[in-house]
């Protein structure tokens, strides 16, 4: 029988007790390696782009030859302003492209041996970085859409005679939302935070090429998109899939998020559920690639990333 990709050794290309073995040092050069690979890790200046830079090494800063411009590594970053050494943020960045189903805030900051605030804000600008992949793809081919409702979980009453229908808008919370998601077959997943699936429609005329194939399943509001694609339809009641018709991929990305929402999160505030389904996404799509090209990839997507507007100074408000 064969063996699943995932159980194999070429799945295992990094392993975790490499980067503290290796030392901050050679930490240090990979984060300069990733953010200035042109150079192979030589410093250019984020300010006027001159490539000719002191090296200011008690400090591990830089200053630019042309206008005297002090920046570090992380300058101008999703990472600027770091207090963690390079060791642990290679780290973070290694747990998180290793946990198939997420990993949560508490776990992380147990593992670096920090503060549950380091590592929930730590965990979000990864999250923030690796969704800036996906920002302006437009999707083509065949492409899935459905919705998955997460949140607004309503408690039911100890006592029979005092529970309530809370299937009824005035003992609704508030905070149920729709991640609505677009799949392209053997491509990308896109993924959007709505109150109702319906919005989906507009979703789909802004983000899928013309000429794409579109497959839903039965609700009557993906009728609409007949005026603008070609659209075949599954009928859940009678199949899960026919004739190479259904949403299988799309789902599957519904059963990994509900895992991590459900399994490592516990509870997932609406405010940042977009993080937490783009974070689902991004694993769904690389899901066959070693974890070594993982992290490489998720360093690569910080050191890219501006500086994080939501995250740095979070706690500070």
């Given at each position: ?20 073995k290796?030392?901050?040092e050679?930490a ?9 690979p042109?150079?192979?890790g030589d410093?250019?200046?984020p300010r ?11 400090r ?10 002090q920046?570090?590594?992380t300058?101008g970053?999703?990472f ?13 960045i ?10 949560s805030s508490?776990?992380?900051?147990r593992?670096?041996g920090?503060?549950y605030k380091?590592a ?6 990864i999250?923030e ?8 793809t437009?999707?083509t081919g065949?492409v899935?859409?459905d919705?998955c409702y997460?949140g607004?979980?309503i408690?039911?009453?100890n006592?029979e005679i005092?529970?309530?229908?809370r299937?009824?808008?005035r ?5 149920r939302?729709v ?10 997943t896109?993924t959007?935070i709505r109150?109702?699936e ?5 979703i789909?005329?802004?983000?899928v ?5 579109i497959h839903?399943d039965?609700a009557s509001h993906?009728?609409t ?6 659209v ?5 009641s009678?199949?899960y899939s026919?004739?190479?018709i ?8 519904f059963s990994r998020?509900?895992r991590?929402?459900g399994?490592?999160h516990h509870?997932v505030?609406?405010k940042?559920?977009h993080?937490?389904a ?9 899901r066959r690639?070693?974890?070594g090209?993982l992290?490489d990839?998720?360093?690569?997507n910080a ?11 979070y706690?500070q408000?």
């Amino acid at each position: 029988m064969t063996q699943h990709f995932l159980l194999s050794a070429a799945s295992r290309t990094l392993k975790l007790k490499d980067i503290y073995k290796a030392g901050e040092e050679a930490a240090y050069r990979k984060f300069c390696e990733i953010r200035w690979p042109e150079t192979e890790g030589d410093a250019i200046c984020p300010r006027c782009g001159c490539v000719e830079t002191y090296d200011i090494s008690t400090r591990r800063k830089f200053k630019c030859k042309a206008c005297s411009h002090q920046f570090s590594v992380t300058s101008g970053t999703i990472f600027a302003s770091r207090k963690m050494e390079f060791t642990d943020l290679l780290a973070a960045i290694c747990i998180v492209a290793n946990a198939a189903k997420g990993v949560s805030s508490v776990q992380l900051s147990r593992d670096l041996g920090v503060q549950y605030k380091t590592a929930f804000v730590l965990a979000h600008k990864i999250r923030e970085a690796l969704s800036d992949e996906t920002e302006n793809t437009k999707l083509t081919g065949t492409v899935e859409i459905d919705g998955c409702y997460v949140g607004g979980h309503i408690r039911p009453a100890n006592q029979e005679i005092n529970r309530v229908d809370r299937r009824l808008a005035r003992y609704q919370t508030g905070k149920r939302r729709v991640v609505i998601a677009l799949r392209q077959r053997s491509g990308r997943t896109l993924t959007f935070i709505r109150k109702s699936e319906a919005e989906g429609v507009e979703i789909a005329r802004n983000r899928v090429a013309n000429g794409a194939e579109i497959h839903a399943d039965e609700a009557s509001h993906w009728d609409t998109l007949n005026a603008f694609f070609p659209v075949n339809r599954i009928n859940h009641s009678e199949a899960y899939s026919a004739n190479g018709i259904c949403t299988n991929q799309v789902e599957s990305y519904f059963s990994r998020l509900r895992r991590m929402v459900g399994g490592q999160h516990h509870h997932v505030s609406p405010k940042y559920l977009h993080q937490y389904a783009a974070h689902a996404a991004w694993l769904e799509d690389h899901r066959r690639k070693p974890n070594g090209t993982l992290a490489d990839r998720l360093a690569a997507n910080a050191m890219a990333a501006p500086v994080s507007r939501n995250w740095k100074g979070y706690w500070q408000r």
